[in-house]
Nanobody, 120 residues
Framework: QVPLVESEGGLVQAGGSLRLSCAAS??????MAWFRQVPGKEREFVAA????????SYADSVKGRFTISRDNAKNTVYLQMNSLKPEDTAVYYC???????????????WGQGTQVTVSS
């Protein structure tokens, strides 16, 4: 019902950085998150952030390299990706909802997905 519009991904060399953004139209959500998916695998949790932004949560695979943040005045969530690895290659999806969770089925709204490719 409420569209989430993601920025375009891109092609990045290993060790490089990329920043994704996701803008929600019409309302602010208590929880916003990022997931990613590759062919043949389940959608994977990446990071989530509460409405206050005080307690972000990260998957072990990205902890220390990725940073999630939000700007409630702009209804936008960001994912700063540093020290990128080829294993980070995936379609990245923005998600929004009312419950803080790492399970993709519990989110109510989704972005269109954007491809991030990391070359070795």
């Amino acid at each position: 019902q409420v569209p989430l519009v993601e920025s375009e991904g891109g092609l990045v060399q290993a060790g490089g950085s990329l920043r994704l953004s996701c803008a929600a139209s019409g309302r602010t959500f208590s929880t916003m998150a990022w997931f990613r998916q590759v062919p043949g695998k389940e959608r994977e949790f990446v990071a989530a952030i509460s409405g206050s932004g005080a307690s972000p949560s990260y998957a072990d695979s990205v902890k220390g390299r990725f940073t999630i943040s939000r700007d409630n005045a702009k209804n936008t969530v960001y994912l700063q990706m540093n020290s990128l690895k080829p294993e980070d290659t995936a379609v990245y999806y923005c998600a929004a909802g009312w419950i803080l969770t790492a399970s993709w089925g519990n989110y109510n709204y989704w972005g269109q997905g954007t491809q991030v490719t990391v070359s070795s």
